[in-house]
């Protein structure tokens, strides 16, 4: 199934499927003071980062499962295209928050992520279709007015965004990708495409699967934990032998590492599985499940 970003809906698909606002999720943000709910001007709700909200020239957003079209396990705003739901729905999901963070579904740009640590940067010359199938896991931009999207349920969102040189990137990462490094990576991807001093980036850790639900074998924390310069601060004990992994922990270790102020990496604090009437979850789901999205881009 491809993720063909650049064909819009058109008209039958979306008359097919009128707009059903869900519930907006507004008891998350009473929970997590680190989020704050936004809804478009078709009152599609969205999260922010509240330490991100307020810095000029950053745009972004986290969606929901609130606001779309798709229906069963992939209600309502579904963005994934590879998960078994309705092309249709899932265009009219992607249009729906790409106007709510002010751009053109035509702007907007994802790719196939494959738990790795390959980076693509964005440009004038980049067209979605060319980056929708490329196997990424990081991609980065300067170009005001593009919106980079990436796709979750349960794996860590990271958003990175330099003032000065008014450049943002995101990642997608799960263990595997954590065990990569990921986040080093974009960092290191920042610095060698747009001259980014690590000391001057923001970063946000959007909502993952946590450390109180996230039970993994002993090879998953062995290969996350060789990462980590505090490894036990991202380990907690579980079920019997068993342990959790807390992946915002691990990726916010790996920023600071990096050279990013502690004070300047923010995270949601906000589970996934936890919340998963908020936000798909695999693990609570299982399979068929969809997949909420994190949009950056330069204002
Ligand atoms: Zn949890």
Known sequence: MDEDFSSRPGPSAVSRHPPAVSPPPSALSTQHSALRTQYSAE???????????????????????????SEGPYAALNVSLM????????????????????????????CRQVHGAAWRVVDAETTPADIE????????????GSRLLLKFADC??????????????????GWRGTAQRVATVAVQALVDSAGSEPADLWAGIGPAIGGCC?????????????????????????????????????????????GL?????????????CHSDTFFSHRVQGLPAGRFAVVAGVR
């Open 156 to 173: 860590t969102p990271l958003l990175l965004w330099d003032p000065r040189r008014r450049w943002v990137a995101v990642a997608h990462a």
């Open 43 to 69: 009152g599609v709700p969205y999260l922010q980062l509240a330490g991100l909200a307020e810095l000029p020239g950053l745009v972004h957003g986290i969606s929901t499962r609130a606001g779309g079209v």
């Open 83 to 110: 998960v078994g739901d309705e092309r249709a729905r899932v265009l009219e999901n992607r249009a729906r928050l790409a106007r709510a963070l002010g751009a053109p579904p035509e702007q907007v740009y994802t």
């Open 214 to 258: 996230y039970e993994v074998g002993d090879e998953v924390i062995a290969a996350v934990a060789a990462t980590l310069p505090a490894p036990a601060a991202a380990v907690r004990p579980g079920r019997g032998t068993r342990r959790h992994l807390d992946l915002a922990e691990a990726n916010r270790q790996q920023l600071v590492a990096a």
């Open 261 to 273: 102020a502690p004070e300047r990496v923010l995270s949601a604090r906000c589970c996934t599985a």
């Open 133 to 144: 199938r490329e196997p990424l896991d990081i991609l980065l931009c300067s170009r005001p």
